[in-house]
């Protein structure tokens, strides 16, 4: 959804709509001069059983926010709130953070940050995903037997002409 700057009026439109499992994105055009979502939001979301809200604003009641437990990924926090009085666009395709995001996109989020996967590239980013968490397996397997440094990294070295005695 895309709400104006300083303003969450549509957010409460978009808490009416969303379905169990949902998760909120809100283009907020990385406006940082008020907040765009709380606890009290984050209270409806979780009553509502939806998986999480992603804005590129801030939110303000991070105790709150917390104590709820509903998965909130925002820019930062503040203290102040915002108006209510529109306008904004539900259910439309938004810019949050500088990356596209269409209804129906699969949104991922932990402690490292969010990632978008568009709806048509599900099958093959799950199919790099599985490949890569196998590498990963592999390395740690190596790591763990003795192997620290992979033997790539001399080769690299060498190749771009370092010299290290």
């Not at 979301?45 to 999480?52: I, M, T």
């Amino acid at each position: 959804m895309k709400a104006r700057p300083c303003d969450n009026l549509i957010v409460y439109k978009a808490l009416e709509i969303a379905q169990p499992g949902d998760i909120i994105v809100i283009g907020i055009y990385n406006y940082t001069a008020s907040s765009t979502w709380g606890d009290l939001t984050s209270l409806i979301g979780k009553e509502k059983r939806l998986a999480g809200m992603v804005t590129d604003g801030l939110v303000r009641d991070i105790f709150g926010i917390k104590e709820v437990g509903l998965p909130v990924f925002s820019r930062g926090s503040i203290p102040t709130s915002p108006f209510k009085d529109g306008p904004g666009d539900v259910n439309v395709p938004i810019t949050c953070g500088g990356i596209s995001v269409k209804p129906g996109d699969i949104i991922f989020g932990d402690v490292d940050g969010v990632v978008v996967i568009p709806q048509e590239s599900v099958d093959q980013v799950v199919r790099r995903a599985l490949e890569i968490a196998a590498e990963e397996e592999k390395k740690v397997r190596d790591i763990k037997s003795g192997h620290f440094i992979p033997d790539w990294v001399e080769k690299t070295l060498k190749e771009r002409g370092y010299i290290i005695d």
